[in-house]
Antibody
């Protein structure tokens, strides 16, 4: 059974940093592109970052480019999202997702709250 | 940057009705569209990929169609459990932009 378990969320002050992790199980991790998608409270879905199966290429929307970094450790079956210079508008539930032809698997999400 | 516009924002439907919702891309995305269903407090679920391919386990009352810039998700004979938010997303090429969603409510 495919499982994606996110950790690392919490309350952080504006301008500070936070690193999220996603531990994957139930599939061959290094065969799949992985992504992060977020959802602000009461709002819609926003794609945040994607990484190829080897980790050799990464992709971001303009809203987080230069502030967020996606990475992966294929030996540990773990996906990461390093978030720097956090803003109040980054407050959201962050989901780890698997897939390239649509996000077929989602974790339960981890809540990040950016507030002073 | 590509914009995905969904319509309507919300709709109220009776059980057994047929519902159609739309997703319009600001540029040609060929058939590179996915549709998701999200219920309150839950993670989204993939319904359709590459515009018209039903994902594993998705009931056949869900049908996706369209290509280029205009796409449609149709639910035939809506069931009570279909009450949810529905999102379209551009896939295959970055940015993997989502639409703002359509809320489906049951009368």
């Amino acid at each position: 059974e495919v499982q994606l378990v996110e950790t690392g969320g919490g309350l952080v002050q504006p301008g500070r940093s936070l690193k999220l992790s996603c531990v994957a199980s139930g599939f061959t991790f290094n065969n799949y592109w992985m992504s992060w998608t977020r959802q602000a409270p009461g709002k819609g879905l926003e794609w945040v970052a994607s990484i190829t199966n080897s980790g050799g290429s990464t992709y971001y929307p303009d809203s987080v480019k230069g502030r967020f970094t996606i990475s992966r450790d294929n030996a540990q079956n773990t996906l990461y999202l390093q978030m720097n210079s956090l803003r109040s508008e980054d407050t959201a539930t962050y989901y780890c997702t698997r897939g390239s032809k649509g996000f077929a698997y989602w974790g339960q999400g981890t809540l990040v709250t950016v507030s002073s | 940057n590509i914009v995905m516009t969904q319509s309507p924002k919300s709709m109220s439907i009776s059980v057994g009705d047929r519902v159609t919702m739309n997703c319009k891309a600001s540029q040609n995305v060929y058939n590179n569209i996915a549709w998701y269903q999200q219920k309150p407090g839950k993670s989204p679920k993939l319904l359709i990929y590459y515009a018209s391919n039903r994902y594993t386990g998705v009931p056949d009352r869900f049908t996706g169609s369209g290509s280029g810039t205009d796409f449609t998700l149709t639910i035939n004979s809506v069931q009570a459990e279909d009450a949810a938010f529905y999102y379209c997303q551009r896939i295959y090429n970055s940015p993997y932009t989502f639409g703002a969603g359509t809320k489906l409510e049951l009368k």
